[in-house]
């Protein structure tokens, strides 16, 4: 069982940065690919971005390619997501997610779900 705890969420101005935190329990994160994803208010939960179990790989949605920068500290068990240049947009629940298959975490299919942060971005 992996339990996922997020935290760095809050309220920022349009171009503020924040850095969100995914703590994991286990001794098995460094087996487990990461992923974030946004939920905005009233609509699905996206995927934002992923990282590989060794850190190799990462993946992003467009939307926030050249803003957000995924990294794992696999020492610590935590899994960050750094936010720049935030807009509007960008407000809404974050959820850390965990999978041996980076390919589910993709789909929107992970063993592990957080239990999301609040980001919130005025104008």
């Known amino acids: 069982q992996v339990q996922l705890v997020e935290s760095g969420g809050g309220l920022v101005q349009a171009g503020g940065s924040l850095r969100l935190s995914c703590a994991t329990s286990g001794r098995t994160f460094r087996t487990y690919a990461m992923g974030w994803f946004h939920q905005a208010p009233g609509k699905e939960r996206e995927f934002v971005s992923l990282i590989t179990w060794s850190g190799g790989t990462t993946n992003y949605a467009d939307s926030v390619k050249g803003r957000f920068t995924i990294s794992r500290d696999n020492g610590k068990n935590t899994v960050y997501l750094q936010m720049n240049s935030l807009k509007p947009e960008d407000t809404g629940v974050y959820y850390c997610?965990?999978?041996?298959?980076?390919?589910?975490?993709?789909?929107?299919?992970?063993?592990?779900w957080g239990q999301g942060t609040q980001v919130t971005v005025s104008s």
């Open positions: 997610a965990a999978d041996g298959s980076s390919a589910r975490i993709r789909d929107k299919r992970p063993d592990y």
